[in-house]
């Protein structure tokens, strides 16, 4: 595999993170993690209770 340059991963990372697919630490420690967007809402769709 070849090592990603900077500016092709800030691209991708500036387009997952406009997408609401992950997001950034606000002090830039490049921290980041999944959002998992709309999961609240299959939760809410989907969510079976014990009988």
Do not use: C, Q
């Amino acid at each position: 595999m070849e090592k990603m340059k900077s500016t092709t991963f800030n691209t991708y990372k500036e387009r997952l993170v406009g997408k609401g697919i992950i997001a950034t630490s606000n002090n830039h420690d490049g921290l980041y993690w999944l959002t998992l967007p709309e999961f609240g809402d299959y939760v809410r769709l989907y969510h079976i209770e014990d009988e």
